[in-house]
């Protein structure tokens, strides 16, 4: 659906600041409700999560770039390297420690 397009091109683009979907729903003419399902639906996620995962990419990416674990979780919008390190554990089964090169 060219709207769930619209609503992920919008997530990219917008990650440095706060993602709802309210406000993603509004960009493209949905209710909060539809826009919801209907991301759901067509992703099999839940916006939060997407945006989740968006944010966990952008510390890894972070990461690799050599920044430490806590400067990869602030430029990725997360609130410390513990948010970051319990929102890894959680959507990946690992510790974002594990992202450490030995």
């Given amino acids: 659906d060219r709207r769930v397009r619209q609503i992920i091109k919008w997530a990219s683009e ?16 949905l209710s909060s409700s539809r826009a919801s399902h209907l991301f759901a639906a067509e992703t099999g996620l ?39 390190s319990r929102t890894f554990k959680r959507m990946f089964g690992v510790p974002a420690a594990a992202l450490e090169i030995s």
């Fill in 46 to 84: 839940p916006f939060r999560t997407y945006v989740l995962w968006l944010r966990l990419v952008r510390a890894a990416e972070a990461h690799t770039r050599g920044l430490n674990l806590t400067e990869a979780a602030q430029e990725a919008g997360f609130a410390d390297s513990a948010h970051l």
């Fill in 14 to 29: 917008n990650l440095d600041g706060t993602l709802g979907i309210d406000a993603a729903a509004a960009g493209v003419g």
